[in-house]
Structures are given as C-alpha cells and as structure tokens.
C-alpha cells in the first residue's frame, strides 16, 4: 500500500512568492490533515479535511493560506505572499475514521 | 498553540538501555498517541491508548495513562540505534478528532 505522497520535497523561495504544495493520501482515507512543523517544535494543525468539507480551519492564516481537496482526494496548501516566519516543514497526513494518521514525508520550505 | 509537554526534551542514553519519555497535557482527552519522527522525515504512529486504558504494550514499548494527573510515559527496553528519533505525544481532545502535538523528547542512542 502506497503511503501519503507529497511534492515538492525541498523548496526555496524569495519572500513575497506565491509557492504551493500537493498532497495525495492513501487510497480510501477520508480525512486528510495539513500540518506546518517549525524546527524544534511539533506539528501544528492548520487545516483539517472531511471528504471535500474543510471541518477545522481555525488555525489557518486566512490572509495569505489557502487550501482545496478537490474530489476528496488530492489536496493543495498555498502561501500568497510567502514571509520569512513561513519558514517550516509543511506535512500532510490522512487518516480513515479519524484515529491513527498517516503522515507523508513533508515539504520543507525556505523562505529567504 | 501546544497542549503537550514532553521530559526531557533530549535523552541520551547506551544501547540495551531502557529509554522512559513522559508527557503531561492540560484537558480532558479522547485518546493519546505516541509517534515516532526520524531526521528528516515524517512521523510514524506508534500506539494509540485510549482514555479508559491505563496501559497498553506494543513489541519493545508500553505506554502508560493516568488521566487523575494527565499524564503518560512511553518506555523503550532494549534500546537500539534504530531508536535513535524524536517522540512526540499527541491528545485527541473529547470529540475533537483534532490531535494537538507536545514539543518531542530528542531520543540519542549510542552504540
């Protein structure tokens, strides 16, 4: 069974750049998670997916974040524009019923 | 914001020793989970234990509940250096299916 897929990896922007990420979780999960991970720090949750519905939004920077999960599937997180305290790995995770996530490897960005 | 807190923040400790990591949260829980992060790479799930349960095992580890003091351990025995990674706790809130991570304890096993 294939895990949770993101891209880009590794990523290096100017400050006020756009940049965005792509998310593919595992097949038949429902729930899909986006989480921003500062160095040293543990995950935080930015926006929380039910189907296509985003449930929990609350922490997501609305100004400048924006996400969508077309079809219920793949998902995209957006920064416009980028800022320097946007610096973080950005991890996507599913998870069926809710319980136990399943985290994909991340996207670590640069902001400079 | 985190409800988790993690002690220590950083343990080292010799192979085949026992590794003990604990975790203190502020409000009432659904369920509490331990994960595993390597350098690098995204968290893995170790075990899940629910509000009603006061411990659960899982191949080398066990993880202990105490909700009377919102707390849990999670011990390692027979450390290896495939251990070596970050443990995070995460508390599912009552109803909130909304996992809120501590700041990890920074897991060195030496050979």
């Known amino acids: 069974e294939a895990g949770v897929v993101q891209s880009p990896r590794y990523k290096i922007i100017e400050k006020k750049q756009p940049v965005a990420f792509w998310c593919n979780p595992i097949?038949?999960?429902?729930?899909l998670y986006w989480y921003r991970q500062n160095l040293g720090q543990g995950p935080e949750l930015l926006i929380r997916?039910?189907?296509?519905?985003?449930?929990?939004d609350s922490q997501l920077p609305k100004d400048r974040f924006s996400a969508e999960r077309l079809k219920g599937v793949d998902s995209t997180l957006k920064i416009q524009p980028a800022e320097l305290g946007d610096s973080a790995v950005y991890l996507c995770a599913s998870s069926l019923m809710g319980y136990e996530q399943y985290f994909g490897p991340g996207t670590r960005l640069t902001v400079t | 914001s985190q409800q988790g807190e993690e002690d220590p923040q950083a343990l080292s400790i010799q192979e085949g020793e026992n590794a003990t990591m604990n975790c203190s949260y502020k409000t009432s829980i659904n369920n509490l989970q331990w994960y595993r992060q390597n350098s690098g790479r995204g968290l893995v799930h170790l075990i899940l234990?629910?509000?009603?349960?006061r411990e659960k095992h899982s191949g080398r580890l066990r993880v202990t509940l105490d909700t009377s003091k919102k707390s849990s351990s999670l011990l390692i025995t027979a450390s290896r250096a495939a251990d070596t990674a970050s443990y995070f706790c995460?508390?599912?809130?009552?109803?909130?299916?909304?996992?809120?991570f501590g700041q990890g304890t920074r897991l060195t096993i030496n050979p």
């Open positions: 995460a508390t599912d809130k009552e109803g909130a299916q909304k996992l809120v």
């Open positions: 997916y039910e189907n296509e519905e985003a449930v929990d």
């Open positions: 234990i629910r509000s009603n349960e």
């Open positions: 097949s038949g999960h429902n729930t």
